[in-house]
């Protein structure tokens, strides 16, 4: 299996802008989760789904965050407008039902100018 | 608010040595608690954990204790190598959280020859 993978890996964006962030996770593996890394806030969840169904959205951190999965191979983090505190690392990662089961994708490094 | 906290934002420690990393946490509801392994460029990977019913785990090199009255945990990597050099995260559960994890700001851990 080729992991959880994300694109694009690097976005660079003026401020404004709609992104929208990719992942195809592990086959087989039914929870998926969206993760911002920051040097203030370290790793945070921001969403996460259990058979494609939104669980959890508490960590989005406003309106202009959405994320979907519209089937079990993949899922979508939308920011609309991107502002330039928006700028991290987001990380996405699926499970297959075990919290020892968490396999990270590389992550996709925002940057909003 | 930060539940998992990782107090030492780096490590420096000699090949040979031994290297421990300290994590605290305040949520007592958390019952599951790992550690993460991540080099530049690459999302987290999972190293070890350990179940609130246990207070010691280990898997080779590393060895992670938790102390419950004190809610603090510490990974212990003996002896340390420089191909442990990366950031190490400390995270956590709580019973039917569907798998989210509450991560620390993480600790980059430097191994010198």
Request: hydrophobic share 30%; charged share 20%.
């Amino acid at each position: 299996d080729a992991g959880v993978i994300q694109s694009p890996r690097h976005e660079v964006t003026e401020m404004g802008q709609e992104v929208t962030l990719r992942c195809k996770p592990i086959s087989g593996h039914n929870s998926l989760f969206w993760y911002r890394q920051t040097m203030m806030r370290g790793l945070e969840l921001l969403i996460y789904f259990n058979n494609n169904v939104p669980i959890d959205d508490s960590g989005m951190p406003e309106d202009r965050f959405s994320a979907k999965m519209p089937n079990a191979s993949f899922s979508t983090l939308k920011i609309q407008p991107s502002e330039p505190r928006d700028s991290a690392v987001y990380f996405c990662a699926s499970s297959y039902g075990t919290r020892d089961g968490y396999t990270f994708g590389s992550g996709t490094r925002l940057t909003v100018v | 608010d930060q539940q998992v906290k990782q107090n030492s934002p780096s490590l420096s420690v000699q090949e040979g040595r031994i290297s421990i990393l300290n994590c605290d946490y305040t949520n007592s509801m958390f019952d599951y608690f790992l550690w993460y392994k991540k080099y530049p460029a690459e999302g987290p990977t999972f190293l070890i954990s350990i179940s609130s019913i246990k207070d010691k785990n280990e898997d080779g090199r590393f060895t992670v204790f938790l102390n419950k009255s004190a809610k603090h945990l510490s990974l212990h990597i003996v002896p340390s190598q420089p191909g442990d050099s990366a950031v190490y995260f400390c995270a956590a559960s709580e019973p039917n959280s569907g798998y989210a994890l509450n991560f620390g700001k993480g600790t980059s851990l430097l191994v010198t020859p």
